[in-house]
């Protein structure tokens, strides 16, 4: 079969490999920003900033974009921590898509290997509880979380968090922990039994090798995980994308944006209608199936062009979902006086877990200490002067941390994604989206949970610095399409199928009926190949 899969991220490269070890016909289309060269790949991160030419400009960006700004009012958001211009590839848009929001600025991404070259290695299995939703059960997608996990190599271990993380094969052993990380580990194991399975804390699951495999190294701790991993250990994407290319029925296609289908009087999809970003007329692509895996956002964005141009009809794709976030700086006390230590993994080690009545919105929390990421953004929300903040902080930086709160999200009629006509060539694609009237009880009730659970660790949260993220920033959309044992329009079959176009089949996030407090990069992945499996 000839299949044109649309979107090198994590679900159109791991829907491809599955599709072409079965021996499918499998053409990519995709933007594919690329990634530049590693600066310095045997470096850790002090070496970096001592032996680049030009460290001001690498940290920094050339034209200082990669400094987070202040708040201009107690009142708007400043973060913590941000992507550094070393990933700016990711985030960069073609002239050819077009965007406005209501109350939702999504991060988006045209990059070979989507989103997920950015993003921080949480890889957690939905349990049965939050699959209730969807049209299959954890049994039935075991197996792929499985072969995922022996694909990219998922570090972790089983302990109390197993409840949250059902169990499945090719695990690899964590991550060795940070000296803040152990104290906190040990805390908790000393009183785990007070706290009677409402609050957990345990190792994370993270997409990282912590053994070698051939053409990836095992993690080196060189500090330079949020500057981009020089070594492949940390996994993204694109590595899977050069596993594809090694295929000989396997043919890559970068440089183009997809704008719409083209379809036949039946209704099936004749065509993909792409242009060169180079410019020029578009040019058609045709195959037996088409793959949408751009992206929940993007991948709406070609069904809507799709329904304007061959029906000259404006829809709403209703239920756009995205995770909240918290994030809640928090001080270690046992690392007091305790130097930080630059050479270790950046990202989060370790995971908690807040149980809730309704076993589904289930809060997911994640730890990160500040090592390596840039500290201006800590240093200018202290609430003292600038001079006295930077003072502090290299007193208190080893202790230092954040937790981030995530919470679940369900589908709603008023959150949705559109067209606009702006009297352009094509409608601009439009979010709008409103925030479920149980959060604020649900997010206050977590967040005083939370806080007495690190307090009682001996990390009590940093007085006047939690930070309610903005509507998007959740980076997990999910929802438009949504996965459907009964026929619906604008909807999918459980093997991916739509119920609108018969030989397009969504793979990505749109699909997801329901959106867990949990990462779902790993669910993403394991999905796709679940319906590379099942449908083809």
């Known amino acids: 079969m000839r299949i044109l899969v649309i979107g090198a991220g994590p679900t159109g490269v791991h829907f491809s490999l599955s599709a072409l070890e079965k021996g499918h016909q499998v053409t990519m289309i995709d933007v594919g920003n690329a ?13 970096l900033k001592r032996d680049l030419p030009d460290p001001i400009a690498y940290f920094n ?55 997920a070259e950015a993003w921080t290695t949480g890889s957690y299995p939905f349990n049965e509880d939050e699959l209730a939703a ?16 022996r694909r990219i190599g998922v570090a972790g271990e089983e302990d109390d968090l197993a409840r949250a993380y059902p169990r499945h094969n090719n695990l690899a052993k964590p991550t060795n922990l940070d000296t803040s990380g152990r104290h906190l580990l040990a805390q908790y194991e000393r009183k785990r039994r007070k706290y009677n ?50 295929h000989a029925n396997f043919h890559y296609v970068p440089g183009y944006f997809v704008s719409h289908f083209e379809l036949t009087q039946s209704g099936e999809i004749e065509s993909a209608h792409a242009y060169q970003l180079a410019g020029g007329a578009a040019e058609k692509f045709d195959a037996d199936a088409y793959i949408l895996a751009a992206g929940a956002v993007s991948t709406s964005n070609i069904v809507l062009r799709t329904q304007y141009k061959s029906r000259g009809e404006i829809v709403r794709l209703e239920g756009l979902m995205d995770n909240r976030q918290v994030f809640a700086p928090f001080f270690n006390l046992a690392m007091l006086g305790k130097s930080y230590d630059p050479d270790s993994y950046q990202y989060h080690q370790l995971a908690f877990g807040l149980f809730r009545d309704e076993p589904e919105r289930y809060v997911h929390g994640q730890v990160t200490t500040l090592k390596t990421a840039s500290a201006h953004p800590v240093i200018q929300n202290l609430p003292v002067d600038l001079k006295t903040a930077a003072q502090v902080f290299r007193t208190v930086r080893s202790g230092l941390g ?49 806080g007495r659970f690190f307090a009682d660790l001996g990390a009590p949260f940093v007085p006047g610095m939690t930070q309610i993220r903005p509507m998007g920033s959740g980076i997990h959309y999910t929802g438009t399409l949504p996965m459907s044992a009964e026929k619906a329009s604008w909807s999918v ?36 190949a679940r319906i590379a499996a099942k449908a083809f």
């Open 35 to 47: 990634r530049p060269p590693v600066a310095l790949p045997a470096a850790n991160f002090l070496g």
């Open 61 to 115: 960006g050339e034209d200082y974009t990669g400094i987070t700004l202040p708040a201009a009012s107690p009142g708007d958001y400043a973060a913590y921590y941000g992507l550094p211009p070393s990933k700016d590839y990711v985030f960069d848009r073609p002239s050819r898509f077009r965007f406005s929001n209501d109350n939702f600025a999504p991060v988006l991404s045209f990059a070979a290997g989507g989103l």
């Open 134 to 149: 969807f049209p299959f059960s954890y049994t039935d997608i075991e197996p792929f979380y499985s072969e995922i996990a």
């Open 197 to 246: 399975g409402s609050a957990v804390l345990g190792r994370s699951r993270q997409a990282i090798l912590t053994e070698a495999r051939p053409g990836r190294s095992a993690c080196t701790y060189c500090g330079r995980c949020l500057w981009g991993c020089p070594n492949g250990a940390l996994y993204t994407p694109s590595y899977t994308l050069r596993e594809c290319m090694t």
């Open 402 to 450: 954040v937790a981030n709160l995530n919470f679940c999200d369900t589908r709603r009629v008023g959150n949705y994604l559109t067209l606009f006509d702006d009297g352009e060539e094509w409608p601009v694609l439009t979010a709008r989206y409103r925030s479920d009237e149980r959060e604020p009880t649900e997010m206050s009730s977590a967040l005083k949970q939370a």
């Open 493 to 528: 079959s459980p093997s991916g199928q739509s119920y609108d176009f018969p030989n397009l089949f969504v793979v990505d996030g749109a699909t997801f009926p329901f959106l867990p407090a949990k990462n779902l990069t790993f669910t993403l992945m394991a999905n796709a």
